[in-house]
């Protein structure tokens, strides 16, 4: 178990050096974004026991460095399905880059960005009259996001990681957010 978090910083070191896009420049001291959303499991067995809906939120932390051919913003989340026999509760802990192409309109006109991630999410799956299972599994996600002119802005991103009791958060998850 030690070792995961080490492959994934070796494997993160394989993602290309990317610019920081200006959704992860923040115009005050605090690099700091939060964002709400949802996560909708991509897997039958996960929407047909949990639901097809489960709530997310996370927050990010812009490093004031980037690891070498890596990234440089840490994101730790949560999402946990409302409804259904069995609960899903996530919590990703990633690493993860983002990029944007250049836009010298961008203060007016907001900008894209994209990017992916890597790390480890914790998993914990309960009730159905079963006994709750925990784990731990490697996973990485891509991220597209539109970056507003305010500090405001839109994100997709597609997870995909390992199964505890068969049951996964793979998926896409959508989210509305700000900078601090």
């Known amino acids: 178990m030690r070792a995961l978090p080490v492959f994934a ?3 993160l070191a394989l993602l290309p050096a990317a610019r920081p896009a200006a ?3 923040p115009d005050t001291p605090l690099p700091i974004r939060i964002k709400a959303g949802a996560l909708l499991p991509s897997s039958g067995d996960t929407k047909n026991q949990t639901n097809d809906f489960h ?3 996370e927050v990010d932390l812009t490093l004031p460095f980037a690891i070498p051919f890596g990234g440089n913003i840490v994101s730790l989340g949560y999402s946990e399905n409302v409804s259904g026999d069995r609960k899903l509760r996530t919590i990703p802990l990633t690493l993860g880059t983002i990029s ?3 836009n010298p ?3 007016a006109t907001g900008n894209i960005y994209y990017g992916g991630g890597i790390g480890l999410y914790f998993l ?3 009730g159905g009259g079963l006994p709750s299972k925990d784990g731990a599994r490697f996973g ?3 991220t597209i996001g539109y970056q507003t002119p305010t ?3 839109l994100e997709a991103k597609y997870i995909t990681t390992g199964e505890v009791d068969g049951l996964k958060p793979n998926g896409f998850a959508f989210y509305i957010g700000t900078r601090l």
Request: proline share 8%; aromatic share 8%.
């Open 124 to 126: 914990r799956v309960s």
């Open 105 to 107: 309109a961008s203060g």
């Open 140 to 142: 990485g996600y891509l």
């Open 55 to 57: 709530l997310a939120a």
């Open 100 to 102: 944007s192409p250049p």
């Open 9 to 11: 910083l070796c494997a």
């Open 23 to 25: 959704a992860q420049l």
């Open 151 to 153: 500090s405001l802005f």
